[in-house]
């Protein structure tokens, strides 16, 4: 039989997992270990993740879990606010394109599983990319485009953060862009879906020099994952 704290701690996975905020809410209220509490709500989301992946649930009931996830994480920095040692990323829409709900789906997975997140919507431009980066001293810029004609800006958006902050990772995703025109780009990583997207992005970061990733939102197809493909070791000057 469960004791009080396991079956807290599988309430918690279940609520994620069910998209459950009042099961949620129960849970919380037996004052839960928060990092254990993390664990259990990273465990429902991977349930989740497995199960879009198998095509056994839609980008919308997804979308649902990771709302009560977002949850979840909100109640756990409230009781321990102490994430500022988490990696901080800048994400959004490149202008001229102003279709984000792959970006929402990206910014709430990454959310969810402890990243601090900057959301700086749709529509914006490359120097406003490079600033917010700047400003929030952070090791990601995570830039999304469904459109073809923004693409230009795009790649503006990245020429200059490598000029002036070659030490941050830049994703790139979205309905107009595949690993080549990634590549292409100068981008650390493309993304092809959501469902990935925490560990390649922890690869990204970890790994060093990468090939692109395909990890990203593609949410007019079926979602899949691929893994990321380190690159050889840059040869020394």
């Known amino acids: 039989m469960k004791t009080n704290q396991e079956k807290t701690y599988t309430d918690l996975q279940q609520a994620v997992f069910g998209a459950d905020m009042d099961l949620l809410a129960a849970a919380f209220e037996n004052s839960p270990d928060p990092r254990q509490a993390l664990e259990a709500l990273t465990r429902g989301l991977d349930a989740v993740r497995k199960k879009l992946g198998d095509y056994r649930s839609s980008v919308a009931e997804f979308l649902l879990c990771v709302d009560v996830m977002r949850a979840g994480l909100r109640k756990i920095k409230d009781a321990c606010p102490k994430d500022g040692d988490m990696p901080v990323v800048v994400i959004g829409v490149v202008r001229g394109d102003v279709h984000d709900l792959g970006k929402n789906i990206v910014a709430g997975v990454l959310e969810a599983y402890g990243y601090r997140v900057v959301d700086l919507g749709r529509d914006v431009a490359p120097l406003e990319f490079v600033e917010a980066v700047e400003k929030q001293g952070a090791s990601v810029l995570a830039l999304s485009a469904m459109m073809s004609t923004p693409l230009a800006d795009m790649a503006r958006t990245i020429e200059i953060c490598k000029n002036r902050l070659p030490h941050v990772k830049v994703l790139v995703g979205g309905a107009a862009l595949d690993q080549d025109a990634a ?53 020394q000057e």
């Open 183 to 235: 590549q292409n780009m100068g981008a650390d990583g493309y993304a092809e879906s959501a469902v990935g997207v925490p560990g390649s992005l922890k690869s990204v970061m970890t790994a060093g020099k990468t090939r692109a990733s395909r990890v990203f939102v593609d949410y007019d197809k079926k979602l899949r994952v691929e893994e990321l493909e380190a690159a050889s070791p840059p040869e």
